[in-house]
């Protein structure tokens, strides 16, 4: 296992729509764990493939409460197929874009279709936290950031921010 390096906002490569995974190999695998290990390392609860480099529909999250064992998840092509009407507003924040949280307000509860990293369908409602890390990940497979909900004037200064960021460390480096 290795950590990978976390691509920072702004970025070509994640505002991408992000391609099938054909099917699960040792490879996949490898990544899924390495995504994992890195969510994990950085701290954060979700972790997207393109956040890594790799432009496919993979995603790994664990929300569960920090004292209890962890609970990683790897979904692979999720797809959504059904959202509540009701909606909950959490204050989010990404690895891709580091020490920036806002409020986003998206449904409650959404009802999703992927494989897991044995190859296995899956259909599962979430709901809460789990909901809205769920979504913010799918969101990265087709290159939208949770940015893109804010307003024009918040997205160009947290960008700005970012850029400012990979400026400095570059030069660290
Ligand atoms: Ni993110």
Same mark, same amino acid.
């Given at each position: 296992?290795? @950590?990978?390096?976390?691509?920072?906002?702004?970025?070509?490569?994640? $505002?991408?729509?992000?391609?099938?995974?054909?099917?699960?190999?040792?490879? +996949?695998?490898?990544?899924?764990?390495? &995504? @994992?290990?890195? !969510?994990?390392?950085? /701290?954060?609860?979700? +972790?997207?493939?393109?956040?890594?480099?790799? *432009?496919?529909?993979?995603?790994? !999250?664990?929300?569960?409460?920090?004292?209890?064992?962890?609970? /990683?998840?790897?979904?692979?092509? /999720?797809?959504?197929?059904?959202?509540?009407?009701?909606?909950?507003?959490?204050?989010?924040?990404? *690895?891709?874009?580091?020490?920036?949280?806002?409020?986003?307000?998206? /449904?409650?509860?959404?009802? !999703?279709?992927?494989?897991?990293?044995?190859? $296995?369908?899956?259909?599962?409602?979430?709901?809460? !936290?789990?909901?809205?890390?769920?979504?913010?990940? *799918?969101?990265? +497979?087709?290159?939208?950031?949770? +940015?893109?909900?804010?307003?024009?004037?918040?997205?160009?200064?947290?960008?700005?921010? &970012?850029?400012?960021?990979?400026?400095?460390?570059?030069?660290?480096?």
């Amino acid at each position: 296992m290795s @950590l990978k390096r976390i691509i920072i906002h702004p970025d070509p490569r994640l $505002k991408k729509i992000c391609e099938p995974v054909s099917g699960v190999s040792p490879e +996949l695998r490898r990544l899924a764990s390495d &995504m @994992l290990e890195t !969510m994990y390392d950085a /701290p954060g609860i979700g +972790l997207a493939a393109p956040q890594v480099g790799v *432009l496919e529909r993979l995603f790994v !999250m664990d929300v569960c409460a920090k004292e209890s064992a962890p609970e /990683p998840r790897v979904l692979i092509n /999720p797809r959504i197929t059904w959202k509540s009407e009701d909606e909950n507003t959490y204050e989010e924040g990404c *690895l891709s874009i580091p020490g920036i949280y806002e409020d986003v307000t998206r /449904p409650a509860s959404v009802r !999703m279709v992927f494989k897991d990293i044995d190859g $296995k369908d899956h259909e599962e409602e979430f709901i809460g !936290m789990a909901a809205t890390c769920a979504q913010h990940e *799918l969101d990265h +497979l087709d290159g939208t950031l949770f +940015l893109d909900y804010l307003s024009g004037i918040k997205r160009r200064m947290i960008t700005a921010k &970012m850029k400012k960021l990979k400026k400095e460390r570059a030069r660290n480096e």
